[in-house]
């Protein structure tokens, strides 16, 4: 099994970034996909979730109008488009896949978004 986060980097306020989390090992379609942020000394907080079955889709209130998830289950991929960022949006971005059925949780390693000026 393989979750790997990529697209962070360093954006302005008010800036954009598109963060993808590629998967492999198992089967993407049935999990639903998730998003997380964590910044030192706070616990992980979730940002946004997005369903395997109709797509639905929920978003932290300090994110909503500002940031996308999507999936494209052809690909295996997830997708977090973050837009008129802030800088309270910093932290490290994590993907989850889960399938609460099974018992399973994936998790990526990270990926590092820094919104300043």
């Known amino acids: 099994v393989h979750v790997v986060e990529s697209g962070g980097g360093l954006v302005q306020p008010g800036g954009s970034l598109r963060l993808s989390c590629a998967v492999s090992?198992?089967?993407?379609?049935?999990?639903?996909m998730s998003w997380y942020r964590q910044v030192p000394g706070k616990e992980r907080e979730l940002v946004a979730s997005i369903n395997s079955d109709s797509g639905s889709t929920d978003y932290a209130s300090s994110v909503v109008g500002r940031f996308a998830i999507s999936r494209d289950d052809a690909l295996n991929t997830g997708y977090l488009q973050m837009n008129s960022l802030k800088p309270e949006d910093t932290g490290v971005y994590y993907c989850?896949?889960?399938?609460?059925?099974?018992?399973?949780?994936?998790w990526g390693q990270g990926t590092q978004v820094t919104v300043s000026s």
């Open positions: 989850n896949a889960n399938l609460v059925v099974a018992g399973n949780d994936y």
């Open positions: 090992g198992f089967t993407f379609s049935s999990y639903a």
